[in-house]
């Protein structure tokens, strides 16, 4: 059949409209009963855009998901020791590399068998999120103890500005952890969203998504440890409905970037459907 320009254009309009009714169908079954998880989550967690006047004027507004690891390989108390968005948990060792479906067995004592490891495609697997539960309580901690060694250094060495200089940094680091980081952790991952779910089933706590991990070694001391680097979320940024951007417009205009945020501007109820995409039900700002 000879394609004319109404045809194509006929085509073109109904690949369109094909394609949306698919993206509505998976919205509708993502949204469809009780959600995966609803928890209420505060700018801590939620990354606003930096500049307002560009905000306002996009037509789009959409939150990052601001989520944690606890980095045993990350640099020294970078952001508490915890990197955002990505990282190598302490907790990924060899044996859940393993269950989340990495082939572990073969990988040899040589520089060659960890890169052909290391080489393996990337999995998606399911991540738990948990909300101001132990691991922030061990990122808090570790900040606070972190800031009195320095504290203590300097004690000892009063005329020194760089002891002076780390002092005040661990001191802000304190701050950042008390009041503005991100308070959501990664603590487990696996390839069951029931099994996952029967272990963590607070569903205001804890947030079932999914992620990339790739395979990754680290050797220290001449030992190598077998684990993974989480990264991507399959959906990190959550679209503001139009009808909550005004709510948000106050927080907006007066975000601050300080060592002494004093806690959350606003509120916002995420919740997770079936597809265990999210989406903001509504938001309440702080006043």
Request: charged content about 25%.
């Amino acid at each position: 059949m000879k394609l004319t320009p109404l045809r194509t254009l006929a085509a073109g309009a109904a690949l369109i409209l094909l394609a949306n009714a698919v993206a509505l169908t998976g919205v509708y079954f993502n949204r469809s009963g009780e959600p995966e998880a609803r928890m209420t989550l505060s700018q801590r967690e939620l990354g606003m855009p930096w500049d307002w006047h560009v905000a306002r004027e996009n037509s789009g507004l959409a939150l990052g998901l601001n989520w944690r690891v606890s980095d045993g390989n990350a640099v020294e108390y970078s952001y508490g020791g915890y990197g955002y968005h990505g990282g190598t948990p302490e907790w990924l060792d060899e044996p859940r590399m393993q269950a989340l479906g990495f082939d572990v067995a073969s990988v040899p004592e040589s520089i060659e068998g960890r890169r052909r490891f290391e080489r393996s495609l990337p999995r998606e697997v399911l991540l738990v999120l948990e909300l101001g539960g132990p691991a922030w309580q061990r990122a808090l901690e570790r900040t606070r103890q972190n800031a009195a060694r320095h504290e203590a250094a300097l004690l000892a060495n009063a005329d020194s500005k760089e002891f002076a200089a780390k002092a005040k940094r661990a001191q802000e680091q304190v701050k950042r952890e008390e009041n503005a980081n991100s308070r959501l952790f990664a603590i487990d991952a696996g390839l069951d969203r029931a099994a996952l779910r029967a272990k963590y089933p607070d569903r205001g706590r804890y947030l079932i998504v999914k992620a990339t991990l790739r395979p990754r070694t680290v050797t220290r001391d001449k030992q190598t440890r077998i684990g993974g680097y989480l990264s991507a979320l399959a959906v990190s940024q959550i679209n503001v409905p139009h009808a909550l951007r005004p709510a948000l417009e106050p927080a907006l205009r007066s975000q601050r970037r300080t060592t002494d945020e004093p806690g959350a501007r606003f509120e916002a109820t995420i919740a997770f459907g079936q597809r265990l995409e999210p989406w903001i039900e509504a938001v309440a700002v702080a006043r």
